[in-house]
């Protein structure tokens, strides 16, 4: 990469890419990003943010292109105090047509919560059109998050799913540490697809598949893709990788080569994972949107307008920004702004 930056024509070329994507080849067809900052990403993080700060950053990620936004968590706000003002997120959100603001929903409870404020579908204002349940790929990971195991959360999520369905919510599953446990180790990919196949079945439109952890490698991934495409098309699947041990990326492009078309990620890599020592972020959209840019998919999301989010979300939760390919795309446009500023003070 240092090497073809060192040729001017080339680094202008990719740096006029990098700003736009509209200016991006779209040969190899549309990758859906599914931005989970404000949920995965806030609610795994230490410091809780007000909730004008995750009300901007919705606005703002829409405003980039994200036409699906994992905005809330209704659960309990005793336990993830981080997603305590969900209710008035979804109430103040100012929603755009054709795009999708999923809640994530534990529970009957969360649900109920959920209905009072969005009602039917249709019913406005405060409607969203979409809510995510989760389970886990193992026992002791889903006794961790949710005291139970992952087939009586299965049977616990039926109802659930039903119910949304018939308020005319669209509903997404996560299977979370597909890749890897942090209680168990190693996760067999066949189980992994049978609690696919599980959620499928109980009426989730998408199943998406998490490595929550960050320790997948793109074969482990595979390996879990495969397995699950044994029950339904690749379509019905997203990938969720996190980047702890910098494979993310990776994994990603893997799975997009296999033909999964949706992917999981959070603006400046944020997020953690709360139940795993030294787990980093969900894997930045900063860099998924590039790498997909420079291998000919859209993606709808404007790259630079999404690196002057990822820099101020992170500024005001006051952490490091987490992507690196943010990173260098602000600092670009700041030498940008400084040589455009000594033109102009030379010209003086
Ligand atoms: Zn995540």
Redo the contacts with the bound molecule.
């Keep these: 990469m240092l090497g073809l930056l060192a040729r001017p024509a080339r680094a202008a070329s990719l740096l006029q890419r990098c700003a736009s994507s509209a200016a991006a080849p779209a040969a190899r067809g549309h990758v859906k990003i599914v931005e989970?900052s404000p949920r995965?990403g806030l609610q795994n993080e230490a410091r809780v943010v007000p909730t004008a700060t995750k009300l901007e950053l919705v606005r703002r990620l829409v405003a980039a292109g994200a036409t699906c936004v994992e905005a809330g968590a209704f659960v309990s706000p005793k336990w993830v105090p981080q997603m305590a003002d969900s209710p008035q997120i979804l109430q103040q959100i100012a929603q755009q047509r054709g795009v999708s603001y999923p809640f994530l929903v534990p529970n009957d409870k969360g649900l109920a919560a959920l209905l009072d404020i969005a009602g039917p579908r249709g019913s406005a204002p405060g409607q969203t059109d979409e809510i995510a349940i989760f389970t886990a790929a193992t026992d002791a990971f889903a006794r961790a998050n949710t005291n139970c195991s992952v087939a009586e959360s299965l049977e616990r999520l039926a109802p659930v799913t039903q119910r949304a369905l018939d308020a005319g919510l669209r509903v997404r599953g996560y299977v979370s540490v597909v890749g890897g446990c942090p209680y168990q180790g190693d996760v067999d990919p066949a189980h992994v697809g049978a609690v696919a196949k599980a959620l499928l079945d109980m009426g989730c439109y998408e199943v998406s598949l998490?490595d929550?952890v960050g320790v997948a490698t793109p074969a482990a991934m595979l390996a879990v893709l495969n397995e699950c495409t044994r029950h339904a098309p690749v379509e019905r699947f997203a990938a969720?990788c996190?980047d702890t041990f910098g494979t993310g990326l990776a994994n990603v492009l893997a799975c997009v080569d296999a033909g999964v078309r949706t992917v999981?990620a959070a603006v400046a890599g944020l997020?953690g994972c709360p139940y795993s020592p030294g787990a980093t972020g969900?894997i930045d959209t900063e860099s998924v949107v590039y790498a997909l840019h420079e291998s000919g998919y859209s993606t709808g999301f404007d790259l630079a307008a999404l690196a002057r989010i990822g820099g101020w979300i992170s500024e005001e939760i006051g952490r490091p920004n987490g992507s690196s390919a943010g990173r260098a795309l602000l600092a670009r446009e700041a030498k940008a702004q400084r040589d455009a500023q000594k033109e102009t003070r030379a010209r003086l």
């Design positions: 989970v995965d998490g929550t969720h996190h999981d997020g969900n």
